[in-house]
């Protein structure tokens, strides 16, 4: 399972990207300027600045977790909408904002549940290690 | 594991020799606290200037520009930095955890995850500390040996 998640679901994931994100160039390129490519290079940019974000925030020393975790939330949640307002992602009804916001919550606390599993994987690693060290 | 003490009253200096088929994991690791043995860090507690044996260090941190060593009885003082520390206990059972801690990993009893990217280290004295993302590799690698 340890193996599936690093190589093969990274690797999988890193070949999906790259196939979409050349496509997209590729027709954009070629004049076939339908808005579907700009979506997943607008989809694109929205990602790198989240990363960006999470790399910055990962930097900063917070009194605490729920003040980091509530922050990162906050900024990532007006980069997404800053994002679908240029991007014209959808219009900015109460009930689009709602669904669409729902939505970024769900994807948001998925990415960061399975970061936490794999940081637990991590710990339960060193763990079996210092056991090792003190039979 | 046969244990012999010789007690020379005019030796010069402690000398320890093992004598083994193998040197395997534990013994290593034997041989990592007994290395750190031989390391004393210059710090100062209440004023006075003193060495304190490496070994006595649960860990080291800094804050605003100040390090501190921290032992069971004592928080010592260091003119050194966080950076000149580290690179000093290279070979011990010192590593760096966050921008600001170095923490002796003979005293640790646990790491459990935290939703922020963070590990908590349980140390056997019942503290605390968070070891930041960018040092879960190296402090992996330092309890691998």
Not at chain 1, 30 to 48: R, W
Not at chain 1, 68 to 92: D, K, P, R
Not at chain 2, 23 to 45: G, M, N, P
Not at chain 2, 79 to 101: G, P, Y
């Amino acid at each position: 399972m340890n193996k599936l998640q690093h190589t093969l679901v990274s690797r999988a994931t890193l070949s999906f990207t790259l196939a979409v994100v050349f496509s997209a160039l590729y027709n954009l390129s070629t004049n076939h300027l339908q808005c579907d490519y700009l979506f997943l290079l607008e989809i694109l940019g929205l990602i790198v600045c989240l990363e960006l974000i999470d790399y910055v925030f990962n930097h900063i020393s917070f009194n605490s977790r729920i003040l980091y975790l509530c922050t990162e939330y906050a900024l990532m949640y007006v980069c997404f909408l800053i994002f679908s307002f240029i991007g014209h992602w959808f219009s900015f009804t109460s009930t689009n904002l709602i669904f669409f916001s729902s939505i970024f919550v769900i994807f948001f606390d998925l990415l960061h549940f399975y970061s936490y599993c794999l940081l637990k994987t991590e710990a339960n690693n060193i763990n079996n290690h210092l056991l090792k060290k003190k039979i | 594991m046969k244990l012999k003490i010789h007690q020379v009253p005019n030796a010069s200096e402690t000398e320890i020799v093992i004598n083994c088929q193998v040197v395997d994991e534990r013994l290593e690791q034997l041989i990592k606290y007994i290395t750190q043995y031989t390391y004393t860090l210059r710090a100062k507690k209440e004023g006075k200037f003193c060495f304190v044996p490496a070994e006595k260090i649960y860990y080291i941190d800094s804050v605003d520009s100040k390090t501190f060593l921290y032992s069971a009885e004592t928080v010592y003082n260091s003119a050194e930095s966080l950076i000149i520390l580290e690179n000093k206990l290279l070979d011990s059972t010192f590593v760096r955890i966050s921008k600001n801690c170095i923490l002796n990993i003979a005293y640790l009893e646990s790491v459990h995850a935290l939703w922020n990217h963070r590990l908590e280290a349980s140390l056997f004295t019942g503290e605390k500390l968070i070891v930041t993302r960018h040092y879960i590799e190296s402090l992996k690698a330092k309890i691998k040996g």
